[in-house]
Each structure stands twice: as structure tokens, then as C-alpha cells.
């Protein structure tokens, strides 16, 4: 089970995909503005193994992309720009590949990391090996949230956007999220890119330590700066992606 909400109205649906480690509540202040603006549905999904999400056996982006385009299918979304913070701009890039069948119109990728160290994918992996952990009480499970999510105070002040991320169980308070979900890292973004369809848009923050802009650049030519902000910048500045979602949606 793929746990979703969505609202609006409209002939294109704005698809929302989280990053790894995080849920749909990044969205929250995004899809408040979507509301206003009152152009088009939007849909904002909890990936496999994250939030409200079922846990499955294994993970990988073309399987998170799978689930995803048979929820598009199932919910008749039409066509569709999708925004992608991190591992959800894999997957955005993925389900605009024609693979799937759906007719994507555009990607907005926010801060995919696209150098992949050995280290890194080994410190990846090793993550993804550990059995989940279990903290004695709520508080501690939400700072580690926090910290795996990089929703910290100063990003996230309130409880809004960390909505799904811890849940309690019989030993204690753990995060939502599935461990193994951290073997996705690696993913080469360069056959991604290439194999998609549609018009991609990359961008990051300006302090993004997890890509350059030179790099999301060797992929999409006008990739952009959202000014100030950091890896999570469409928490910290969603009037600057709706900006760049203007952009993608414009006439070619």
C-alpha cells in the first residue's frame, strides 16, 4: 500500500516525491500554495518503506517508480509534471522515461546527488543492513528523524512537516522509514537523465552540500540556484520551486 493525499483540480497533476529518509509532510507548505494558486491537482506520496507506506521486500528506484505509476494509473492523474527533492528526482526521472506508460510532461529535480563515491555506496549499504533501531521514548526518535531527514529546527520549526516520520511499536519509538531503503544509493542519474522523455528542469540549493551546480549542470544546461537555501530547499523556499515550475511549464 502506497499512501497518498492530493488536492486541486485541473487537466495535469503535479506529482510530489519526497526524499530519501523523509515523507509527503515536506510538501505541506508547497501544496498550501498549490491551493491558492488553484492551476492544477497535485498528489504528494510517501515512497515505499517511508512514512505511512508499506515496507517491501526489496528496494530499488525503477521498483519505488513501479509502485508509483500504478497509483498514477489507478488515480487517473492525466498529465503530469512531477517535482523530485534527492532520491524522489530518481524516481521522477525514472517514471519519465516512457517505461511505465505515463505522460509526463516535465520533471523538477531538486538536489539529486549524482557523485556516488565508493564510500558512499558502501556506507550506504552498510546502513541499509542494520536492524531497526529503538529508542526509549518519542523525543529521541524525532531528533534522530530530524537528522536523518536534515529537517532540522531552523528548516522545520513546527510538527508540519515531520508528519509520518516516527511511529511506535511494541519496543518502543523507531523511524517510519525501512533501513533498507538506504540500498537505493548509487543510481546512475546519467541513464536516467537520458532515458527520460520529457523536459527536466534540475536545481538545488545554494549551499546544497550533497551536488554542485556544476554537475546538475553536465545534465540540464539551465540547471539553477535557489538563493540561500540549503539540500532541502523546498522546504526552506517553495516560492522558489513553484518559480521554477513556472518555468517548466511555459511553451517550449
Known sequence: ????????????????????????????????????????????????????????PSYSVGQLAAQLAQLLQEQRCGELLIIGHSLGAYVALAL???????????????????????????????????PVRWYRNEEEAWTRYRRVSGLTAEIAPGEECLARGVVRGEEGWRLAQDPRTFTVAGAPLATLAASATARIRLARGEHDPMVSLAELRVHDPQARDIPGAGHNAHVEDPAAVLELLAQLEAPA
Do not use: N
Open 96 to 130: 519519465a522515461s516512457g517505461w511505465f506508460g505515463l505522460p509526463v510532461h516535465g520533471v523538477l529535480g531538486i538536489g539529486p546527488k549524482i557523485h556516488w563515491p565508493d564510500a558512499d555506496v558502501r556506507a550506504a549499504r552498510e546502513l541499509g543492513a542494520r
Open 1 to 56: 500500500m502506497i499512501w497518498y493525499e492530493g488536492g486541486g483540480e485541473g487537466r495535469r497533476t503535479l506529482v510530489l516525491l519526497h526524499g530519501l529518509g523523509a515523507t509527503a509532510a515536506v510538501w505541506q507548505p508547497l501544496a498550501r500554495a498549490l491551493e491558492m494558486r488553484g492551476t492544477c491537482r497535485w498528489l504528494a506520496t510517501d515512497l515505499g518503506g517511508h512514512g505511512a507506506s508499506d515496507a517491501q
